[in-house]
Nanobody
Framework: VQLVESGGGLVQVGGSLRLSCAAS????????MGWFRQAPGKEREFVAA????????YYADSVKGRFTISRDNAKNTVYLQMNSLKAEDTAVYYC????????????????WGQGAQVTVSS
């Protein structure tokens, strides 16, 4: 499956952005989906994940209550709504697809997008 992120950009502290990740090539609804991020000089870290039907979601503690993951299987797209953004949310955000349960480990995800830059300025 091919994944393409969009919606990144520059936003001020306290602002909002919505990232989208469009999938193509295989049956999107067969995949658990996740969002990860990587800041300069840091490891890629888990942000959020959603099950194939969207019925189960979970989040990193650092974004819980501020970010919302969702998906539209009819549109082959997964979203990440980011509110109350902080400077420490600045990173490249990646979406990823998994057939292994889509947990918090990046090693459970087989397919990755190219990433979208999110910069939060103070």
């Amino acid at each position: 499956v091919q994944l393409v992120e969009s919606g990144g950009g520059l936003v001020q502290v306290g602002g909002s952005l919505r990232l989208s990740c469009a999938a193509s090539g295989r049956t999107f609804s067969n995949y658990d989906m996740g969002w990860f991020r990587q800041a300069p000089g840091k490891e890629r870290e888990f942000v959020a994940a959603i099950s194939t039907t969207g019925g189960i979601t979970y989040y990193a503690d650092s974004v819980k209550g501020r970010f919302t993951i969702s998906r539209d299987n009819a549109k082959n797209t997964v979203y990440l709504q980011m509110n109350s953004l902080k400077a420490e949310d600045t990173a490249v955000y990646y979406c990823a697809a998994s057939t292994l349960g889509g947990g918090m480990s990046r090693y459970e995800y087989r397919y990755w997008g190219q990433g979208a830059q999110v910069t939060v300025s103070s």
